[in-house]
């Protein structure tokens, strides 16, 4: 779960937050909801989407550790300001098959993270269909579905772009 202002969008630059010492990146495929919806039927899940994009999920991985072993909650880790980068959206009419689109992440002109939704572990429908269970769905909401392997640690100064397939989705800096 993260607040609006965990929002970070149009390619504005990520300031690392002084709480922590070791931010992590997670590259994900993004889907925005068009359509209000509670209990969602997996069989129909993809009339509540006509897009997909991708942003990238911080996390404060020193805080989170902390947490973990007391038991506590993670929000404050995951949740912070702008922590939820959120690139561009490609329509469905563009992607042959939400079930397999390739996206990856370059750091400084080196990619890092690769993946595609083929290999995620619950398909976008059944991700739909579960969290519309706790959550009434809202138009607009947007679902993080999960990062491939590869997350690591940013630095200041560096530059991170997204794609889906080869369009480039989302290019800003750490600050």
């Known amino acids: 779960m993260k607040?609006?202002?965990a929002l970070l969008k149009n390619n504005k630059p990520f300031y690392i937050?002084?709480?922590?010492?070791e931010l992590?990146?997670?590259t994900e495929l993004i889907i925005r909801i068009n359509r209000l919806g509670k209990n969602i039927a997996k069989r129909y899940a993809h009339r509540y989407y006509a897009e997909v994009g991708l942003g990238v999920d911080f996390t404060a991985r020193d805080i989170q550790r902390k947490l973990k072993e007391n038991g506590h909650p993670w929000?404050?880790?995951?949740?912070?300001?702008h922590s939820a980068v959120?690139?561009?959206?490609?329509?469905?009419?563009e992607i042959?098959?939400?079930?397999n689109i390739s996206f990856h992440l370059d750091i400084n002109g080196k990619?890092?993270?690769?993946?595609?939704s083929k290999d995620m572990i619950f398909p976008v429908d059944e991700l739909i269909a579960y969290t519309?269970?706790?959550?009434?769905?809202?138009?607009?909401?947007?679902?993080?579905?999960?990062?491939?392997?590869?997350?690591?640690?940013v630095q200041v100064g560096d530059r991170l772009e997204g794609y889906i397939f080869d369009r480039k989705m989302f290019d800003f800096k750490i600050k």
Not at 86 to 93: R, V
Not at 96 to 99: A, C, K, L, S
Not at 136 to 149: A, R, Y
């Open 3 to 5: 607040p609006d202002t």
């Open 17 to 21: 937050p002084d709480f922590t010492d």
């Open 24 to 26: 992590h990146y997670e």
């Open 75 to 81: 929000e404050i880790c995951k949740a912070f300001d």
């Open 86 to 93: 959120i690139g561009d959206f490609l329509s469905l009419d």
């Open 96 to 99: 042959e098959d939400v079930q």
């Open 111 to 116: 990619t890092v993270q690769k993946g595609n």
């Open 132 to 153: 519309s269970r706790y959550f009434t769905l809202k138009i607009g909401d947007i679902l993080f579905t999960g990062t491939p392997v590869g997350v690591g640690k």
